[in-house]
């Protein structure tokens, strides 16, 4: 080879090396206008998080307690890590739904259980000894509408209760009449006093 050809294999793998020497194997996003660059990353987060909505007249609508809350901003989602949701109805019966997972979709008013979803409505004692259990729903995802106080699952949900246990495909329940629709393939085993 002639002098000429070493040294342009010498500058080729010179700008190689140093490439791949520089390469910081960031991804970074890029909207239709290169000025814009949208950010895939958290913008906040909270450890040990407590937050309440008060409804117009003041009275405490929902309490949402979480682990941990990590939003992001490109999609307003934010995750939750062991959250407990619980609503109080002006009637007094108080709604309780646990799960592993969650998600505050955008707007901030339906909420995304998934793994293992508890719900438990409870009514407050003749005894006046605090609460009893009066209902659980058992399920492994459900969307909750906490301005209206709405559950929705279209997955299999187990209700169990005093006097027995229904098993049904899909399931909504509003949390302020007491009131749940089961929507098919439904299945129940009671026991009379």
């Known amino acids: 080879m002639t002098y000429r050809n070493h040294l342009i294999i010498a500058a080729i793998l010179l700008v190689l090396a140093a490439g791949y020497w520089t ?107 605090g609460y009893e259990q009066k209902l659980r729903m058992d399920t492994d995802f459900l969307t909750i509408a906490t301005d209206k106080e709405i559950a929705d699952t279209d997955r299999p949900v187990l209700i169990t209760s005093d006097i027995g246990e229904t098993r049904a495909i899909g399931m909504t329940a509003w949390y302020q009449q007491g009131k749940i629709q089961l929507k098919s393939r439904v299945r129940g085993v009671y026991e009379t006093e």
């Open 23 to 129: 390469y910081d194997g960031a991804i970074v996003t890029v909207s239709a206008s290169p000025s814009e660059i949208i950010r895939q990353d958290a913008d906040y987060f909270l450890v040990d998080a407590l937050v309440k909505e008060y409804d117009a007249t003041g009275a405490l609508q929902y309490q949402l307690q979480s682990d941990s809350i990590t939003h992001y901003p490109h999609n307003d989602n934010t995750l939750l890590q062991q959250p407990t949701l619980t609503n109080l109805s002006d009637s007094g019966q108080l709604t309780v739904s646990t799960s592993e997972n969650g998600k505050l979709l955008p707007g901030g008013k339906d909420i995304e259980l998934w793994d293992n979803v508890v719900v438990i409505q409870s009514s407050p004692s003749v005894r006046q000894q």
